[in-house]
């Protein structure tokens, strides 16, 4: 095991979103490729965005994405949020119980670098209100920075409301080396005297994440590039407490189809959406691993011990990544192919039965037959319904398309309909021998062969003259529902 440990560090404020699993993935697949550790820390220290439900949520994401914790909060055999690790706890609300980050404030407030804040909310934003209406850079403007330390304590002990706040130094100049980015710099005249602890007592994640990141010794910390200018007042922090700073890379942004940031906020993607339209985690990881990074080579699907071997910053892209959902149909495609017949019916079952096309008791028999027949055309497990609707609903709702409405028009058409009907009427059930033959025995029958035979034929049973096996088509839709589908076309087309 190396010395690399890194954490994933997400709030639990619904559903995780694909930008926070690509995180973790990044962090896991640095954790393997090195030999060393994940963790996975809550950041729950905002009380008013904590959402019910949200961390059971987030931890089935990641199980169901083969994303493994190593050390922090998981889900036990039975289901339930619990514990491993010797750093713990693992949820900052319980560090904020347990009073962990008590004597890192009041170390930073007695060496003069923090300071009590009394001011109200409605003054902060007034200032902030006013400095934005003079073109200036809303932040703080400091006037609790001279209050005596002594008077502040005294007024803390009266029970005033207060905030605690970092006391940067004026004009100067924070530097750190981003692994993706390279060297960044900001002054301290255009940052804000962070707050550190709020009038609910609780940190701040500018505050707690420095000291959990410190006491549990992460040495690297991998995050969205939205984190980029909160940095220097990590480092800064780091440099208060005279610890030394984990690497920092920082990932590029991930873009929707119109190049904004693919967020909650625009209602882009939870992961959980993703489960619910039929991905399969190894295709969203695969599609996720190549979102930003490049691999050295031209392939483009991976197992993750496959990604891990890989995988490496120094290929991470410095500008964000579209997401593309053509190229994550095109990836789940081939783990779709790869899936084994029953397994495939099982996955695309409840698909089927959700959208009201079979029962709970469809057959096995059946349903494989469904899953090999289309197979080579489902990209994900959802597209089952549409691509076999036709073989389940009512005749007068069966959309034929436009080629099959004009082949149905033609002389023939009718002509091996009825033959069809027929021979249908001939057998007990509609067979394999039936299925296999009965395209051969009209062609004799009838004398007509080639795209005039089959055409007509398949547009009368599904609609469109192009398809799968109608082989197995027939043997999905049986003789009863075929029957019933072609005196449909001959009264109606």
Not at 74 to 100: M, W
Not at 348 to 364: H, N, R, T
């Amino acid at each position: 095991m190396s010395d690399v440990r890194v954490r994933f560090a997400p709030s639990p404020t619904g559903y995780l979103h694909i930008g926070g699993l690509r995180t973790a993935l990044f962090n896991y697949l640095y954790a393997r490729h090195t030999d060393g550790t994940m963790i996975l820390r809550i950041e729950d220290t905002d009380r008013t965005r904590f959402v019910e439900g949200a961390l059971e949520n987030l931890l089935k994401a990641l199980a169901w994405s083969g994303v493994e914790i190593d050390e922090g909060v998981v889900l036990d055999e039975n289901g339930q949020v619990t514990e491993k690790g010797e750093y713990g706890p693992y949820i900052q609300s319980d560090r904020v119980k347990a009073g962990i980050y008590d004597k890192y404030i009041e170390k930073l407030i007695d060496e003069d670098k923090a300071y009590y804040c009394f001011c109200s909310q409605e003054r902060v934003d007034a200032v902030r209100d006013q400095q934005k209406a003079d073109g200036l850079t809303p932040k703080y403007d400091g006037l609790c920075r001279s209050i005596p330390k002594e008077e502040a304590k005294q007024r803390v002990a009266n029970g005033e409301e207060y905030t605690v706040r970092l006391k940067l130094p004026h004009d100067r100049e924070i530097s750190f080396e981003d692994r993706i980015k390279g060297k960044i710099t900001f002054n301290t005249n255009d940052m804000d005297d962070q707050v550190l602890i709020k009038r609910d007592g609780y940190p701040t994640y500018h505050f707690a994440v420095v000291v959990d990141d410190h006491l549990m010794k992460i040495t690297h910390v991998v995050r969205g590039d939205e984190w980029i200018s909160s940095t220097p007042k990590h480092v800064y922090l780091y440099e208060a407490f005279g610890w030394e700073a984990p690497e920092y890379i920082h990932l590029p942004t991930v873009l929707n189809e119109n190049h904004k940031k693919y967020s909650k906020r625009n209602g882009d993607g939870m992961v959980e959406d993703f489960i619910e339209e039929g991905y399969t985690a190894e295709g969203l990881i695969n599609f996720l691993a190549l979102l930003g990074w490049s691999p050295d080579s031209e392939e483009e699907i991976f197992s993750m011990e496959e990604l891990a071997r890989q995988f490496d910053f120094d290929r991470v892209n410095k500008t964000g990544a579209v997401f593309d959902k053509r190229k994550l149909d095109w990836v789940n495609g081939h783990y779709v192919r790869e899936m084994s017949v029953e397994d495939l019916a099982k996955a695309i079952k409840p698909f089927m039965v959700k959208a009201g096309l079979i029962s709970e008791d469809y057959s096995d028999e059946k349903m494989n037959l469904l899953a090999s027949t289309w197979q080579s055309a489902i990209d994900k497990f959802s597209d089952a319904p549409n691509l076999s609707k036709n073989y389940y609903i009512e005749d007068s709702e069966v959309d034929f398309d436009e080629e099959a409405k004009e082949v149905l028009k033609e002389e023939d058409s009718r002509k091996l309909v009825d033959a069809f009907l027929a021979k249908l009427a001939e057998v007990d059930e509609l067979d394999q021998e039936f299925a296999s033959t009965i395209m051969k025995t009209l062609q004799k029958e009838t004398g007509i062969k080639g795209k005039n035979l089959w055409f007509p034929i398949r547009a009368a049973i599904t609609g469109s003259v192009h398809g799968p096996d109608l082989t197995s088509v027939m043997l999905i839709m049986g003789k009863e529902k075929i029957a019933k589908r072609l005196n449909y076309v001959k009264e109606n087309l």
